[in-house]
């Protein structure tokens, strides 16, 4: 199977900071590599597809970058609602599988 | 709007089964892929199964297959997971997920908001 790892675990920032949090796949995954972003007691929501293709209603502030085994992903200035925990995750081949997340919190 | 409602979660004792259901709108249910994903506590997203459009093509995590069956019914706009011999690790947050395609290709774009279910005696 193959393991997402994502770096660092936790990030403390302010609103208007730019971030950008990575992950790494154990294998070369080409750019199938989504990022979701999950709230408590929320549903996740689709940030990037395939490496770098913005979901639909996601603000542009969101970008993403990356192939084969490494990946980011940039929020170019935080607001408020952004913070939250990020995960990334793989669809190249069975088990698809997500990287352990990085939360991002307020300073 | 897309809607993807999960129920059937609760309290069951180990060895037990259990069936989640997932109702959905907001969408032509029988053009998309849906999967199954769970959350332990304090534990990373978990893909479990998905299920093509038709039924035809369908997939396991090693960790629930033989035990989990994925199913759906596309006259009811509906998606089953039916989960036998339960166990205390299989204690989670499950959630009802529609694939951006046709096939599963996993991409997903919608999830529900889940349903708990815990495994205990």
């Known amino acids: 199977e193959i393991v997402l790892t994502q770096s660092p675990a936790t990030l403390s920032l302010s609103p208007g900071e730019r971030v950008t949090l990575s992950c790494r796949a154990s294998?070369?995954?080409?750019?199938?590599l989504a990022w979701y972003q999950h709230k408590l007691g929320q549903a996740p929501t689709l940030l990037i597809y395939?490496?770098?293709d913005r979901a639909t209603g996601i603000p542009a502030r969101f970008s993403g970058s990356g192939s084969g085994t490494d990946f980011t992903l940039t929020i170019s200035s935080l607001e408020p609602e952004d913070f939250a925990v990020y995960y990334c995750?793989?669809?190249?081949?069975?088990?698809?599988?997500f990287g352990q997340g990085t939360k991002l919190e307020i300073k | 709007e897309v809607h993807l409602l999960e129920s059937g979660g609760g309290l069951v004792q180990p060895g037990r089964s259990l069936r989640l259901s997932c109702a959905t709108s907001?969408?032509?249910?029988?053009?998309?892929?849906l999967h199954w994903v769970r959350q332990a506590p304090g534990k990373r997203l978990e893909w479990l199964s998905g299920?093509?459009?038709?039924?035809?093509?369908?997939g396991y995590a090693d960790s629930v297959k033989g035990r989990f069956t994925i199913s759906r019914d596309n006259a009811k706009n509906s998606l089953y997971l039916q989960m036998n011999s339960l166990r205390a690790e299989d204690t989670a947050m499950y959630y009802c997920?529609?694939?951006?395609?046709?096939?599963?290709?996993?991409?997903?774009?919608?999830w529900g908001q889940g349903t708990l279910v815990t495994v205990s005696s």
């Open positions: 997920v529609r694939d951006r395609h046709l096939t599963v290709a996993g991409t997903f774009d919608y």
């Open positions: 907001g969408f032509t249910f029988d053009h998309y892929a």
């Open positions: 299920i093509s459009w038709n039924s035809a093509t369908i």
């Open positions: 294998q070369n995954i080409n750019n199938f």
């Open positions: 395939d490496a770098a």
């Open positions: 995750q793989q669809r190249s081949k069975w088990p698809y599988t």
